[in-house]
C-alpha cells in the first residue's frame, strides 16, 4: 500500500506557542489529505480536508485561524495549531488520498501542551 | 444518535478464537464501507474496504455488509495475539470525489495467547 508520513511523531510544547506537524506522501502524490484529531479512547473526528493549491475547508467547530492548513504540494500538508493550550493536546493524525480513491493514513503526531 | 454506533468494547478473547465485530448507521447514503485496524499510538490501516451487500474475504478477515439493516461486521477467523488492536469501522457517502469518512468510535480487541 501507499506510504504516508508525519514529521515529528511526538512533541511537547508549552502553552502560548505554535506547533507544526507535517504530512507526507512518499510513493504518490496526494491532491487532497485530511487531517484528523483522536483523544484517548475516542474516534477519529475530522478536522479538515486539505486541497493542493486551495484554501482547505474545515469541518463545523473547528477553528481555522487556530488550526492553518497549507497544501504547497502535491506530497506535503501541514498542520500548524497556534497558540496552543492544554485542550489542544491530542493524537493528529492525517491520511493522504491517492488517485484510486483510498485513504492511507499516516502513523501520527501525539501533542502535549504543558 | 451518532451517525456510526459502534460497541467500544473491550473485548477480550483466546488465542484461536472467532471474533465478531459490528457496526450500526443511520444514514442510508452511506455506500462504501471499511474496517481499519489501528495498534496502539499509531495511525490506522486499512483492512478491508467493501462496496455491496454480501461479504468479502480476505485470509483470516471477512467483512459482512447488510444495507437493508444497515450493519455492517468484521469476523477474524484463527485469532491471534497480534491482531490485537482497535478495530474502527468507518464508511463514506457515494457523492464526491473526495472519500470523507465517518469512523465508529472503534473496538479494542485484545487477544489473550
Known amino acids: 500500500g501507499a506510504v504516508v508520513s508525519q514529521h515529528p511523531s511526538r512533541v511537547i510544547c508549552k502553552s502560548g506557542t505554535s506547533v507544526k506537524i507535517e504530512c507526507r506522501s512518499l510513493?504518490?502524490?496526494?491532491?487532497?489529505m485530511f487531517w484528523y484529531r483522536q483523544f484517548p479512547k475516542q474516534s477519529l473526528m475530522l478536522m479538515a480536508t486539505s486541497n493542493e493549491g486551495s484554501k482547505a475547508t474545515y469541518e463545523q467547530g473547528v477553528e481555522k485561524d487556530k488550526f492553518l492548513i497549507n497544501h504547497a504540494s502535491l506530497t506535503l500538508s501541514t498542520l500548524t495549531v497556534t497558540s496552543a493550550h492544554p485542550e489542544d493536546s491530542s493524537f493528529y493524525i492525517c491520511s493522504a488520498l491517492t488517485g484510486g480513491n483510498e485513504q492511507f493514513f499516516g502513523p501520527g503526531t501525539r501533542l502535549t501542551v504543558l | 444518535q451518532k451517525e456510526v454506533e459502534q460497541d467500544p468494547g473491550p473485548l477480550s478473547v483466546p488465542e484461536g478464537a472467532i471474533v465478531s465485530l459490528n457496526c450500526t448507521y443511520s444514514n442510508s447514503a452511506f455506500q462504501y464501507f471499511m474496517w481499519y485496524r489501528q495498534y496502539s499510538r499509531k495511525g490506522p490501516e486499512l483492512l478491508m474496504y467493501?462496496?455491496?451487500?454480501g461479504n468479502k474475504e480476505d485470509g483470516r478477515f471477512t467483512a459482512q455488509v447488510d444495507k437493508s439493516s444497515k450493519y455492517i461486521s468484521l469476523f477474524i477467523r484463527d485469532s491471534q495475539p497480534s491482531d490485537s488492536a482497535t478495530y474502527l469501522c468507518?464508511?463514506?457517502?457515494?457523492?464526491?470525489?473526495?472519500?470523507?469518512?465517518?469512523f465508529g468510535s472503534g473496538t479494542q480487541l485484545t487477544v489473550l495467547p
Open positions: 467493501t462496496y455491496s451487500s
Open positions: 510513493d504518490f502524490q496526494a491532491t487532497t
Open positions: 468507518a464508511m463514506t457517502r457515494s457523492s464526491g470525489s473526495a472519500r470523507q469518512l465517518t
